[in-house]
């Protein structure tokens, strides 16, 4: 009976807190992008600490510099953007003169006319008229949330000795093990970041050095594009590489450089899950996949795109916290990717190998 109200308990939980993340999305998003950000900031802030200048000033510079670069890479990105539409039209005209190829052809091979003759220049879907009063809200709530993010960042690290004092205060029968907790969560979610980081960047410089060798214009924006989508696995490569695909095949005249383009990318994506990743981020955090795909589709569902991204760290970020516990270390296990070898598979391989393996005589 006490197993049956525990799980009831827990379901009860489960359902609250999926209610509160979801009706609260306003606030805790923000504020999960704004934590993030302070353990990101967390060393350029303390480097300039240790250079004796007061906190807030040194926090205000972090800031600064990460926005310059930011908005450098934003207006560049910008620019290209730009250009990629004004693009749109011949792009568009493009890609109708190459369907009406494509199935004029179909028509000769299969003997029937597959293009209504009347409506040859209809054969894209028109593309369906949104509501302008929804683009507004969605652009405000965009920049509330672009304009929060550095508060929340800033008072996050300008008040971290108050939030070290609280857990302190809080656990006050164990203020050595909490200190420690604190300090090996918050150094491997600050790697775990950083790390991410760097990834997105070294996957951009390849996909960008690719798509500069193939002559593409806007070879900064697709690779920034992949970079950014990579965060989301298995979904992300998906959506980045179709809309990159397209853009080679309406830009180019053979079919081998979308071909090429998808077995780059895709190597890309196999080099960094193997290689890149676990040597950069570490395995330490790493989060099977069945759970990345959970974790995507609950963010997605709580919080939207921005749910689909900062799931995927956070998964990582309860798989730390729950290894700090022995009875909750189970479900962390759960979380990783570490496959168990047992002595019913290695015995059965070994009857296998003596069967069909073994000498001659």
């Known amino acids: 009976m006490n197993r049956l109200q525990q799980a009831a308990y827990s379901l ?9 993340l979801k009706e609260g999305a306003f606030i805790l ?17 303390s480097w300039f600490e240790r250079k004796r200048l007061p906190r807030g000033v040194a926090i205000f510079l972090s800031i600064l510099l990460i926005g ?23 792009i568009g005209e493009n890609l109708e003169v190459k369907l009406s190829n494509y199935m004029e052809e179909l028509s000769r091979l299969f003997g029937q006319d597959l293009i209504d003759p009347d409506n040859k220049s209809d054969l894209l879907p028109s593309l369906p008229s949104g509501n302008f009063n929804e683009t507004l809200l969605a652009t405000g709530k965009s920049l509330t949330l672009i304009g929060i993010v550095p508060l929340f960042s800033f008072l996050l ?28 969560s918050g150094s491997v979610i600050q790697s775990y970041l950083i790390g991410m980081v760097r990834v997105t960047g070294i996957v951009a410089v390849l996909a960008g050095i690719f798509f500069y060798l193939l002559g593409i ?38 079919v081998f450089f979308p071909i090429l383009t998808i077995a ?39 919080w939207g795109i921005s749910g689909m991204v900062l799931f995927i760290p956070l998964a990582g ?7 700090r516990n022995a009875d909750l270390k189970p479900f962390a296990y759960l979380l990783g990717d570490d496959v168990p070898v047992t002595e019913e598979s290695e015995n059965f391989w070994k009857i296998l190998r003596r069967k069909f393996f073994r000498k001659k005589d």
């Open 29 to 45: 998003v923000p504020l999960v992008w704004g934590i993030f950000f302070a353990f990101a900031l967390y060393p350029i802030s």
């Open 264 to 302: 780059v990318l895709w190597g890309i994506q196999l080099f960094e899950n193997n290689i890149i990743t676990p040597l950069v981020v570490g395995s330490k955090v790493k989060v099977n996949a069945l759970a990345v795909i959970i974790a995507i589709l609950l963010g997605g569902w709580l």
């Open 217 to 254: 214009k806007y070879f900064i924006l697709f690779a920034s594009f992949i970079a950014l989508m990579n965060l989301i696995p298995y979904v992300g490569v998906f959506v980045s590489s179709f809309f990159v695909v397209l853009y080679v095949f309406l830009t180019t005249d053979s």
């Open 68 to 90: 310059v670069v930011a908005m450098g890479i934003l207006y560049l990105l910008i620019n290209q953007m730009v250009g990629l539409i004004k693009e749109v039209p011949a």
């Open 157 to 184: 690290l300008y008040y971290k000795d108050f939030f070290i004092e609280f857990l302190v205060r809080y656990s006050s029968k164990n203020k050595e093990s909490v200190i420690i907790w604190a300090e090996e």
């Open 317 to 323: 970020i309860l798989k730390i916290t729950l290894e």
């Open 12 to 20: 009860i939980v489960l359902v609250l807190g999926a209610f509160v």
